[in-house]
């Protein structure tokens, strides 16, 4: 459920289709983010999921897996 909801974001976000993002993908490297989609993606993952993500949090973040995983922890 949380990967399906956060793929659509990246999806819209990054102009993307669903079958180019796993949760394998690097955000930068595989999906082609640049540092300001990162800041967009963390607002909307912020406000879907109703969480705050620190800054130190984002720089560990390299993955899809990597946010579905902060995102069932917080």
Known sequence: M???KL???IC???DLEESEV???SNILED???D???VVDLVMSIEDEFDLEVPDEEIARIKT???IVKFIEEN
């Open 22 to 24: 796993n949760l394998d």
């Open 2 to 4: 949380i990967f399906e």
């Open 64 to 66: 899809v897996g990597d």
């Open 31 to 33: 999906l082609g983010a």
């Open 35 to 37: 540092s300001l989609d």
């Open 12 to 14: 819209e976000q990054l």
């Open 7 to 9: 793929r659509e974001i």
